[in-house]
């Protein structure tokens, strides 16, 4: 029989990537996804099959990660191999603004997780591998750069300070408890299923439609943050690699590269054809109150110990969300056209 995988926030952008990869390995994928009025599941609406069908191997489950008891009877309903947490409120500049929120998700959210892992396995003896989705954000202003497994913590937002609390917390329990536990460091993966309020695809959306003049303005904040920009699809592979290891670990998972806000916003107008000064105007709004200057990962440790490396470059990346946001602003025209309402004649988010 197959393995089986439970992956809470399995609706975001890295969650669509791995199902896909853990589905085309044949594993059964188990999802948590929280009750609302609307499906929110548009990034694996392509994967799903009626759960009622018998060959169907992706199964969605509601849940919340401060809901312990629920988070208990999960693991127990779904007997997993492996579990990757990938749930958090994921945005840095909102964290600021929903920072107790922001804190539970992540912190508690995990402890909670971990706690359901410890308790099922100490009452079947079967080992669950978990893996922790951490975050460069946890470097914030280190003086070292490229930053490394070793590099010193230093975070400077609240989603940071949570994300390292979840960290600890997972090396916490590998040690304390012999769980199969490991943190994957992820630098700043992107992709065409990036969500619409980050910079990079803000940027990407915000090009196509500019180039098809359906928007006039774009509104940012500091152009000269340094970001190592890789793609979400390669990053999905690293996490699974993780966990296929004889020993848990933690690693740093990036490209080695970094490039500004100012320099991606180059390479998209450019990819175009069209210049982006007369567009971009600087919103104070969108500055954190604390600044993060540059984040570039040293994945050695991931390159030399899992074989892994990045497959898609800065430059194909970018090209590849722009491609993907034309065919979306062209068929935005498209219903403009057609004499439907254009809900967004400014795009200023």
Known sequence: M??????????????????????????????????SSTFGTERIEHLY????????????????????????????DTQPDEVYNLAAQSHVRTSF????Y???????????LLEAIRDYQDATGREVRFYQASSSEMFGNSRD?????????????????AKVHAYWTTVNYREAYD???????????????????????????????????????????????????????????????????????????????????REFLDEAFGYLGISWEDQVVIDPKYFR????????GDAGKARNLLGWKPKVGFRELVRMMIDADMRLAEREDVLVCAGFEDAHTEWEQ
């Open 2 to 35: 197959g393995r089986t995988a439970l992956i809470t926030g399995i609706t975001g952008q890295d969650g669509s990537y791995l199902t896909e990869l853990l589905l085309e390995k044949g594993y059964e994928v188990h999802g948590v996804i929280r009750r």
């Open 49 to 76: 099959s009626d759960a009622h069908e018998p060959d169907a191997r992706l199964k969605l489950h509601y849940g919340d990660m401060l809901d312990a008891l629920g988070l208990r009877r999960l693991i127990s």
């Open 97 to 100: 603004e929903q920072p107790v």
């Open 102 to 112: 922001t804190t539970e998700s992540i912190s508690i959210g995990t402890l909670n």
């Open 145 to 161: 750069v490229p930053q490394s497994e070793t590099t010193r913590f230093y975070p400077r937002s609240p989603y940071a300070c």
């Open 179 to 261: 769980v199969f536990a490991c943190n994957g460091i992820l630098f700043n993966h992107e992709s065409p299923r990036r969500g619409e309020t980050f910079v990079t695809r803000k940027i990407t959306r915000a090009a196509t439609r500019i180039k098809l003049g359906r928007q006039s303005r774009l509104y940012l904040g500091n152009l000269d943050a340094k970001r190592d920009w890789g793609f979400a699809g390669d990053y999905a592979e690293a996490m699974w690699l993780m966990l296929q290891q004889h020993d848990p670990d933690d690693f740093v998972v990036a490209t080695g590269e970094s490039y500004s806000v």
């Open 289 to 296: 109150p604390t600044e993060v200057n540059e984040l570039r």
